[in-house]
């Protein structure tokens, strides 16, 4: 084989490959759960109620937040917004619900407890869906219980620190 035809050789199975892990990346990229939201960064505030610019979604995804972060595990009180952002900054996944619903705050609470740290389960009474989970720049809201679908998103994302 001529020193050419050895090299059209390897820059075509080169291409190829690098064709194949491309794809396989995207796919992995595309496969991933929940919403990707535009990040807004992750400059610290003094205080909750330090002006900031507005949270791009609901509940927050990244930006603004506390110097500080909210214990992990099971929350009986809302969380405040710029102390969530802190916990998704350092890897961790909010699961939040908006209901007086004992039964699905007990099916809540046994996935989290799963988990020693890097994620917190607590009410959030203001949002729009009845399940919200939350990890840096990720979102996924619904409504029915879905056991699968929780344990997914946090698998994906807990653990997964944001420091630049």
Known sequence: MSRRQRLVLTTTAVVVVAAGVGYLAYRAVADLPGVQMPSQGNLHIAKEDSPHEPYN????????????????????????????????????????????????????????????????????????????????????AFDAFDETRIVRFIEAYRGIDHHK
């Open 57 to 140: 979604s609901d509940p927050p995804t990244s930006g603004p937040h506390l110097p500080y972060i909210a214990p992990w595990g099971v929350h009986t009180r809302p969380i405040p917004l710029p102390l969530q952002v802190h916990n998704l900054e350092d890897g961790g996944v909010l699961v939040q619900y908006n209901c007086e619903c004992p039964e699905l705050a007990e099916q809540l609470r046994a996935i989290v407890r799963r988990y020693d740290r890097q994620v917190i389960l607590a009410p959030y009474p203001t949002m729009k869906s009845r399940i919200a989970l939350t990890a840096w720049t990720r979102i996924d």
